[in-house]
């Protein structure tokens, strides 16, 4: 007994000092949960050298199931999930960080993992260091909401479209497809084997080319009675946006001779773009087009915008978060809204259309679904 005490204390003592060098990984994971499902947020911190692509892994203890990601390409085989880096937010210098987020299913208990890998390396030191929006920092982490689910349909007042009602290829019901102008190469159709939710989604096979250009409208979604404009849809497409100018969703402004508020992407960044003026937002400078966001590819984004016709404002949220190079706050801000704020503008929105237009390079295949209009923000 006394020999056996000695010699663990002796095995003890030999053991190497605790590794002080930083750990691979930093992990940041605020959970957002009702009954049967969560949204996670999360940060990654690179510990490590510099990579350009990245992957970060954990095991969920319980029946996890995730059920789309955003900002990753999140995979899960049996409880093993893996969070891959897309185009954009893969390179990591030492110390940076960037979040991603999935939605997931469970039932029982949601606790966070207790581990995670960064490129097959284990963050030993992932240390739940509480984030600095924790409420305390003896909280226990993660420190879910138990409230109401994340608006995947609709809040009550919001006129929604999920497209499960259509009963054909052709969009058809409140959805009508047109070809302003001439039509070429570009196609829509109602898609059965992609959806972000239920069975069906609107795809548009959109090409290079201004007289590619084809959309898909509803004249229902908005109408006039209203004066504040909150759309939010889940868009999944192949093709990073190019260089050259494209638009994605073109609505009708009756306050202004009839000519779209566009909203698309120029310079690889989403932007506004008022037809009436060719007035962009943000300003497509480098610091402007800087403070605005790619759209990831392969995965279904969530994309919120308000456009307020009492003063003119707009802001916008991609999954979630608000990108700053796309909100109009009525004072110019150079970069931003200057050039938008060149006149007075008070929308009257008509119609919304969802499709792609191309004006020179630009090709997309493009995914639309849960489409909702509502006077206050529906969230994802
Ligand atoms: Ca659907």
């Known amino acids: 007994m006394t020999a056996a005490l000695l010699a663990g204390a002796g095995f003890v003592a030999l053991q190497a000092p605790p590794a002080t060098a930083a750990p691979a990984c930093t992990v940041d994971w605020t959970a957002n949960q009702w009954a049967t499902g969560f949204t996670a947020d999360v940060q990654v911190t690179n510990g490590g050298a510099p990579v350009t692509s990245w992957t970060l892994s954990w095991t969920f203890a319980g029946d996890q199931r995730v059920t789309n990601g955003w900002n990753a390409t999140v995979t899960q085989t049996g409880n093993v999930v893996t969070a891959a880096s897309v185009g954009w937010n893969g390179t990591l210098a030492t110390g940076a960080s960037t979040r991603f ?27 739940p260091s509480p984030s600095p929006s924790s409420p305390s920092p003896s909280a226990p982490s993660p420190s879910p909401s138990t409230s109401t689910p994340p608006q995947e349909g609709c809040v009550p007042a919001a006129t929604c479209d999920s497209f499960e009602t259509q009963t054909g290829a052709t969009p058809g019901g409140n959805w009508a497809v047109s070809y302003p102008d001439c039509s070429g190469a570009g196609t829509a159709a109602i898609d059965r084997s992609v959806a972000h939710s239920g069975a069906t989604s609107l795809r548009v096979n959109g090409a290079a080319g201004y007289c590619n250009h084809v959309f898909v409208g509803n004249t229902q979604l908005l109408g006039t009675a209203g004066s504040v404009w909150y759309v939010r849809y889940w868009v999944r497409h192949t093709t990073a946006l190019p260089a050259s100018h494209v638009t994605a969703v073109a609505m009708r402004d009756a306050n202004d001779g009839n000519r779209d508020l566009r909203f698309g992407g120029q310079n690889g960044a989403l932007q506004f773009n008022r037809a009436s003026d060719d007035a962009t937002l943000p300003e497509q400078s480098p610091a402007g087009v800087a403070l605005s966001a790619p759209l990831p590819v392969n995965v279904w984004n969530c994309v919120e915008f308000k456009v307020d016709g009492r003063d003119g404002t707009i802001e916008t949220w991609l999954n979630g978060s608000s990108v700053p190079g796309l909100v109009e706050d009525g004072v110019p801000t150079h970069d931003i809204d200057s050039q938008w704020l060149n006149r007075t503008w008070r929308p009257a929105l008509t119609d919304l259309r969802l499709g792609w237009e191309s004006y020179g390079e630009g090709a997309d295949t493009l995914w639309y679904d849960d489409v909702a209009v509502s006077a206050v923000r529906n969230g994802c």
């Open 101 to 127: 987020g999935f939605q997931a299913t469970y039932s029982g208990s949601n606790a966070k993992p207790a581990a995670f890998t960064f490129n097959g390396v284990s963050c030993s030191g992932d240390n």
